[in-house]
């Protein structure tokens, strides 16, 4: 007897799924399941949320008519099941690499794609839009998704608006890391329909997120609703991967493994992060003040040591960057020296907060400022390209980015010890140079920096982690003769006033560079020349930036080249300049 078609290999859009039987789809979803690990043990990327939703994944392009109707997956980091079934298939192996699929929706991709996503608790706000819009709309949330506050803010008007809106809660017990807060806590132990009801939903479940037949009931009794409605359904983050369910984060994030025990390819060396959080415990043992703040991501950024060694001090508010700037803002009001440590990405959640809460009362809150610049296959959802723009232009903000390591150290020390107002320190992703750093670290001089190597005719300031490959192409211009003048300004804010017109009045030429977007560091410096008249003697100014568009995801090396800001790129902008 010949072996069986898998189903799997008959499904090229949602449509395929009508003719299956509920048996079919629940023998479907194990087929889904076998691919999606298989797929990411080859490309790595998010892994144990998508497995906890495979089965909902199925019974939703089962029940709905995608992309008629409008599934709307919170954060979609989960949505690779969805990707798979929706014509993606044979290019599910691309996923996160340059020219590939994205890790996350997005409107561009596919029509299957309703709404682009990969920060958490957009899904309800959306999905209301869609259903005020006049179309038949899911919102799956979950993942630790519910406590952000924009979540709760849709839930709100949703509830109000009476509008047929079916909201799926993903319950897996999870968010990357163990969930935080009172609500958290009462989704495992309590009744929460109360809750539910009180904002104007009617509710269901929960109900048994990996039982195909109870998935399919619940769906089909709920596709066509004339009001809101909540769907509570238990899932399992990582399910029917024995590794995932094994480990503590669930396999939230991974790099390539083997599919037969689990075991992940080693990353290289000691982060920015680990420097980080090893530098903050130093700083917080010699100063009982210094406390910690983090928004759902203890172990991304890198506070789950600070909070083992100092539990009582260590503050995880759960999905809600906004809360997490205004309590900091309290904590340093009530005498604390707070440390607020937020993806660049993240910390944009919570501006006005940065701006109206801490800048506005010079309040002395420390941003440490996580995966800044370029992340690499997380792509542009998430590059900490914004930062330096919106915090230079606030009056008071110290804005420092760390070139190395032991630079890195010596800014913590610097934020540590400096209380007239707000402070901000950013780093990159991953490891830097590989540079030790001091035992003690000396903090630096607010607003001073330094002279890396000596020119003549064209000077390069930098200004963060580019450092590196500043030091490369000033290396390479070097063996066509032209000696170039390297300076790490440190500070974005209050800017080396003293260094930069010096170099301006000694050089030709003048050029800056970040891994930021415009109107940042070399913004700055531009403001500072033209209004001191540097330009009128002829100056000429460069600034390297990233480039004003949304780079799309490769490695961070590969979008650093496409930027302009590898070693190559920079020798070009300096080899121009020197031709003219």
């Known amino acids: 007897m010949p072996p069986r078609t898998p189903l799997l290999d008959r499904v090229t859009t949602p449509a395929d799924l009508a003719p299956l039987s509920d048996a079919e789809l629940a ?177 269901s479940g929960p109900i048994d997120g990996h039982a195909m037949p109870d998935l399919l009931a619940a769906l089909r009794a709920h596709r066509d609703l004339v009001r809101p409605h909540l769907l509570h359904v238990r899932t399992q983050k990582g399910r029917g991967f024995a590794p995932a369910e094994a480990a503590e984060d669930k396999f939230h994030g991974v790099s390539k493994f083997d599919t037969a025990t689990g075991a992940q390819a080693a990353s290289g060396g000691i982060t920015a992060t680990d420097v980080f959080a090893q530098a903050l415990i130093s700083e917080a043992t010699r100063d009982p003040a210094i406390c910690a703040i983090t928004a759902a991501m203890p172990s991304g950024t890198g506070l789950k040591a600070f909070a083992q060694r100092f539990p009582d001090r260590m503050h995880d508010v759960g999905i809600a960057e906004q809360h997490a700037v205004t309590f900091a803002a309290g904590l340093a009001a009530g005498g604390k020296r707070p440390f607020c440590a937020l993806y660049s990405t993240f910390l944009q959640r919570g501006y006005d907060q940065v701006v109206h809460d801490v800048a506005l009362q010079s309040l002395p ?114 063996t066509e003769g032209i000696q170039v003048t390297l300076a790490d300004a440190r500070f974005a804010k209050p800017l080396d006033e003293d260094l930069i017109l010096a170099l301006a009045a000694s050089h030709d030429a003048l050029v800056t ?13 531009a403001e500072l020349l033209a209004a001191r008249g540097a330009f009128d003697a002829g100056l000429r100014f460069r600034m390297l930036t990233l480039p004003d568009s949304f780079l799309a995801h490769g490695t961070p090396d590969e979008m650093y080249a496409e930027a302009g800001l590898d070693s190559a790129g920079i020798a070009a902008a300096l080899r121009a300049l020197a031709e003219v």
């Open 365 to 478: 809150v420390r941003f440490a400022i996580d995966r800044a610049g370029l992340v690499g296959a997380d792509g542009p959802s998430h590059a900490g390209a914004y930062d330096i723009g919106f915090l230079r232009n606030l009056p008071g903000m110290v804005v420092m980015a760390a070139a190395d390591e032991v630079e890195l150290a010596r800014m913590v020390a610097t934020a540590a010890r400096y209380d007239d107002g707000p402070i901000a320190l950013r780093y990159p992703r991953g490891a830097m140079t590989g540079a030790s750093p001091e035992a003690e670290p000396e903090p630096l001089t607010i607003g001073e920096g330094r002279i890396i190597r000596e020119g003549q005719s064209i000077a390069l300031l930098s200004f963060g982690a580019r450092l590196g490959a500043a030091i490369d192409a000033c290396e390479a211009m070097a």
């Open 27 to 203: 023998t479907l979803a194990g087929e889904l399941r076998a691919e999606l690990i298989d797929a990411v043990s080859q490309t790595g990327g998010h892994l144990g949320a998508g497995l906890g939703v495979v089965e909902l994944t199925v019974a939703l392009h089962a029940v709905f008519d995608a992309p008629e109707d409008q599934l709307i997956w919170d954060v979609s980091h989960q949505a690779y099941p969805h990707k798979i079934l929706t014509g993606r298939r044979d290019r599910i192996r691309t996923l996160r690499q340059s020219g590939g699929l994205s890790g996350f929706t997005r409107r561009d991709e596919s029509a299957y794609d309703a709404f682009g996503a990969a920060h958490a608790g957009t899904s309800i706000s959306a999905a209301l839009g869609f259903a005020e819009a006049g179309h038949r709309a899911v919102a799956i949330i979950g993942d630790g998704s519910l406590s952000a506050g924009m979540a709760f803010e849709a839930l709100n008007h949703a509830g109000a608006s009476g509008r047929p809106l079916l909201v799926v809660l993903n319950d897996n017990g999870r968010s990357i890391d163990t969930p935080t807060g009172a609500l958290a806590e009462q989704l495992q132990t309590g009744d929460i329909a109360p809750f539910f009801e009180s904002l104007g939903f009617d509710y």
């Open 513 to 525: 560079l970040e891994d930021g977007a415009a109107g940042g560091f070399g913004a700055g410096v």
